[in-house]
């Protein structure tokens, strides 16, 4: 039992498409985060959640959308794909902020041609 | 911004060595945690580190926790190939935590 699944693992999508990663976590833990995963760039924060329908950007946000309506999923949208997309997406979660630590999912492997 | 910084960025060595690695910042840590991650998956939570001066083991693995709380250091003891993978430290503070720059570690059997 992962605890946390991403879905889809591989995806291949076409510039100018919007695409939709899914995770969903069994733990009920309140704090989720998506990451994107490049050479040279180490893991950058995209967007957060701190609850159902509260969201807030990380560091690198423009060009993806989020949302939460429940507890156990958090969806994270490319609005318009583009290459510079073309990376590993990792959903994580959390059970509170401060010393608690992140359980991640397996991640995403996203290519935009 | 505070920023981590991790060294050796590469690091390949035989199975049986020791090695160190590193994780630094320009600012005090509110408390740090290790990860490892495997290629194709996702990292995963070694270690926890809170108060400054404190060590934490876990199996051949040691952690440090600098005095003054801006460094973390992992020793590993008798490196192994299953110890090979990306190491992360990580900060956290708020809702928005920042992770290091990553050593690849590569034992050799």
């Known amino acids: 039992d992962a605890g946390i699944t991403q879905s889809p693992r591989h995806k291949v999508t076409e510039t100018g498409t919007p695409v939709t990663l899914r995770c969903h976590q069994t733990?009920?833990?309140?704090?989720m985060y998506w990451y994107r995963q490049d050479p040279g760039h180490g893991l950058r924060l995209i967007h957060y959640?701190?609850?159902?329908?509260?969201?807030d950007k990380g560091e690198v946000s423009d060009g993806y959308s989020v949302s939460r309506s429940k507890t156990e999923d958090f969806l994270l949208t490319l609005e318009s794909a583009t290459s510079s997309q073309t990376s590993v997406y990792f959903c994580?979660?959390?059970?509170?902020?401060?010393?608690?630590?992140?359980?991640f999912g397996s991640g995403t492997r996203l290519t935009v041609v | 911004t505070q920023l981590l910084e991790q060294s050796p960025q590469f690091l390949s060595i035989q199975e049986g060595e020791n090695l160190t690695v590193y994780c630094n910042s320009s600012?005090?840590?509110?408390?740090l945690q290790w990860y490892r991650q495997e290629p194709g998956e996702g990292p995963v939570l070694l270690v926890t580190?809170?108060?400054?001066?404190e060590v934490k083991k876990l199996k051949r693995l040691t952690f440090q926790f600098g005095d003054a709380r801006k460094d973390s250091s992992l020793h590993i003891t008798a490196a192994q190939p299953g110890d090979t993978g990306l190491y992360l430290c990580?900060?956290?503070?708020?809702?928005?935590?920042?992770f290091g720059t990553g050593t690849r570690l590569k034992v050799l059997a």
């Open positions: 959640s701190y609850g159902v329908k509260d969201t």
């Open positions: 580190v809170v108060t400054g001066g």
């Open positions: 994580a979660i959390s059970e509170g902020i401060g010393n608690y630590g992140y359980t």
């Open positions: 733990e009920n833990h309140r704090y």
């Open positions: 600012s005090v840590f509110s408390s």
């Open positions: 990580l900060t956290s503070g708020t809702y928005k935590y920042i």
